[in-house]
């Protein structure tokens, strides 16, 4: 299988099926077709349209099969490979953990807008409006309840890593490169996103890119910026 990504220190939705992949052991070939200047840049969907008929990452071609959007692919997966955990097997948690993950598919347009993903930064807490207010309150009221109801077999929403987890990773970046308080529980859900192998090594991938975009670079003041080839092309200009 490929899948077909975009930046990593941008892309949150290529993030989604990527780590997903890569937690549940998946093997795939990484095609990273970056955008220097903007995701609608024509050369960039030219290029991508290759893999994706709608033009958008992310993209996974199995075969001859193409499939686009980040749940269609989990589903994907899910339905070629029924012995992996990608959603839960218990049908009350399925059915919510398919339901938080479309939420989190077509939702949460304050948070995202206000707080694109960028895994370089670390902004300082502050009041962003009460519409990312309402956005983090219904978020961490999904994982507070996943975690009550079926998270008791591990340390995710719904015990094992599975896709809804993956659904949410990139709102687990922007509440860390945003500073938004967490209740202990979200914080440590939060804590163990980060730690698995797949965010790690994706996180180190992002911080390594060169591409800068100025669109996801947030025009406000920031605490520490992770990436240090700007911080020496910085220090000698």
Same mark, same amino acid.
């Given at each position: 299988?490929?899948?077909?990504? @975009?930046?990593?220190? =941008?892309?949150?939705?290529? *993030?989604? #099926?990527?780590? *997903?992949? &890569?937690?549940?052991?998946?093997?795939?070939?990484?095609? *990273?077709?970056?955008?220097? $200047?903007?995701?609608?840049?024509?050369?960039?969907?030219?290029?991508?349209?290759?893999?994706?008929?709608?033009?958008?990452?992310?993209?996974?071609?199995?075969?001859?099969? $193409? %499939?686009?959007?980040?749940?269609?692919? /989990? +589903?994907?997966?899910?339905?070629?490979?029924?012995?992996?955990?990608?959603?839960?097997?218990? #049908?009350?948690?399925?059915?919510?953990?398919?339901? %938080?993950?479309?939420?989190?598919?077509?939702?949460?347009?304050?948070?995202?807008?206000?707080?694109? /993903?960028?895994?370089?930064?670390?902004?300082?807490?502050?009041?962003?409006?009460?519409?990312?207010?309402?956005?983090?309150?219904?978020? &961490?009221?999904?994982?507070?309840?996943? !975690? $009550?109801?079926?998270?008791?077999?591990?340390?995710?929403?719904?015990?094992?890593?599975?896709?809804?987890?993956?659904?949410?990773?990139?709102?687990?970046?922007?509440?860390?490169? =945003?500073?938004? @308080?967490? +209740?202990?529980?979200?914080?440590? =859900?939060?804590?163990?996103? $980060?730690?698995?192998?797949?965010?790690?090594?994706? !996180?180190?991938?992002?911080?390594?890119?060169?591409?800068?975009?100025?669109?996801?670079?947030?025009?406000?003041?920031?605490? &520490?910026?992770? !990436?240090?080839?700007?911080?020496?092309? !910085?220090? *000698?200009?």
């Amino acid at each position: 299988m490929k899948l077909v990504i @975009a930046n990593k220190n =941008y892309s949150s939705w290529s *993030l989604r #099926p990527w780590l *997903l992949l &890569t937690e549940l052991g998946v093997p795939f070939e990484e095609v *990273l077709i970056p955008f220097a $200047q903007a995701f609608d840049d024509p050369e960039w969907k030219r290029a991508v349209s290759v893999f994706s008929p709608g033009g958008k990452v992310p993209a996974l071609v199995d075969g001859e099969i $193409q %499939v686009w959007e980040s749940l269609a692919i /989990m +589903d994907h997966v899910a339905d070629t490979r029924p012995d992996l955990p990608v959603w839960p097997r218990d #049908p009350a948690a399925r059915a919510m953990a398919r339901s %938080v993950a479309a939420e989190m598919h077509a939702g949460f347009h304050g948070l995202r807008g206000a707080c694109p /993903m960028n895994l370089a930064w670390i902004h300082p807490a502050r009041d962003r409006g009460p519409k990312v207010a309402a956005d983090v309150a219904r978020i &961490t009221t999904i994982w507070r309840e996943a !975690r $009550q109801r079926f998270g008791g077999g591990g340390a995710f929403l719904f015990g094992a890593f599975g896709a809804a987890d993956a659904m949410f990773s990139p709102v687990v970046s922007r509440f860390v490169s =945003y500073s938004i @308080a967490l +209740d202990p529980v979200c914080a440590a =859900y939060v804590d163990a996103v $980060q730690g698995t192998r797949g965010f790690r090594s994706w !996180r180190l991938g992002a911080l390594a890119e060169p591409w800068i975009v100025a669109a996801d670079e947030a025009d406000e003041p920031v605490l &520490t910026d992770f !990436r240090p080839h700007l911080a020496r092309s !910085r220090a *000698l200009s």
